[in-house]
């Protein structure tokens, strides 16, 4: 089959290609985004592949995040400019995950495959014409569906913030990618207070603010948790959020999984707010009716439901699907 996933996470499209983790025999490591689960070995690539595929702006935030790919293997590839490899053509198309995100599609003379990578609509166009389509299925169960859109999480985030901002900082929990995200729709949509955070979270911001030409207005390194004060807004990572909530003023979590509404109070001063870098169950089948591949493979490393999933696009679409590894 010319798409599988191995065990390691590694979507391996062609005879060329690994994606999203390393696998040894594949002389072409490609990186839809510079998240974490799917930068995997990539250290490994770097040392042991021909070449390293990214978008411009991916190879940007890798290097923020320490990731030294020498110019030699380091191949740019804009959105929709194929190259040739091998007997193999490889093209990134867009997604919409985090700046940078893109899609891949890899084609022979006897077959035209690919990955979406994560994404969420609209915004992400489908990939058509496929013999096997690897798909993110992160919320790949009804259950797991929002029943908001990404502007009414973002405008019930912004009333948090000038509801609170007064009181005290206001400090939002999210991934790289989603803080960065969050700090460029609030200036798009005029929230000017001053943002705090640390100094990797601002870098990752000025590239992204950069290639979307956003002004970041008044922006400050986070040198000391306890320097925000009454009118700041503070960026932490995830991983912050179980020291930082012990500080004073309001704190949210962005968060997918929340579920119950676009917003909840979970303490006197805290709040989760659901927005997401990914499809709901509902556009994932969306994707795939557009997309019409000839037969679906759900990542089922990076998804706990990919079963689940599976059974539900030959159900409820009628396309041949199953899922991996």
Known sequence: MPASISDNGAILLGSNFTVDSHCDGRPVRVVTHAHSDHTKGL??????????????????????????????????????????????????????????????VVEAPDYRVGYTGDFKVPGTPPLRDLDVLVVDA?????????????????????????????????????????????????????????????ARTIALASVAAEYERVDTGRIEVLTDPLLPGPGDIVLAHMRRRRSYTRLPGTHVTLTGWELRAVAV?????????????????????????????????????????????????????????????
Not at 146 to 169: S, T
């Open 265 to 325: 109070r979970t303490g006197p001063k805290s709040y989760n707010v659901s927005y997401s870098d990914h499809a709901t169950f509902s556009e994932i089948l969306d994707y795939i009716r557009e997309a019409n591949p000839g037969m679906v493979i759900v990542d089922g490393y990076r998804s706990s439901e990919a079963m689940l999933t599976a059974k539900y696009i030959e159900r409820l679409l009628g396309v041949k699907a199953t899922y991996m590894p």
């Open 138 to 198: 992160t919320y790949g169960s009804p259950r797991l569906q929002r029943r908001w859109k990404d502007w009414e999480a973002l405008e019930a985030l912004i009333a948090i913030i000038e509801d609170n901002v007064w009181e005290g900082p206001v400090w939002i929990y999210g991934y790289h990618g989603k803080l960065q995200e969050i700090l460029l729709e609030l200036r798009k949509r005029g929230v000017e207070y001053r943002i705090m955070a640390d």
């Open 43 to 104: 250290r490994s690539s770097v040392r042991r592949s021909l070449f390293v595929i990214a978008t411009p702006i991916t190879f940007r935030f890798l290097e923020v995040l320490g990731y030294k790919v020498p110019g030699e293997k380091r191949v740019e590839l804009p959105y929709y400019k194929p190259i040739n490899i091998d007997s193999e053509r490889i093209m990134l198309v867009p997604a919409r995950h985090i700046p940078g995100s893109a899609q891949v």
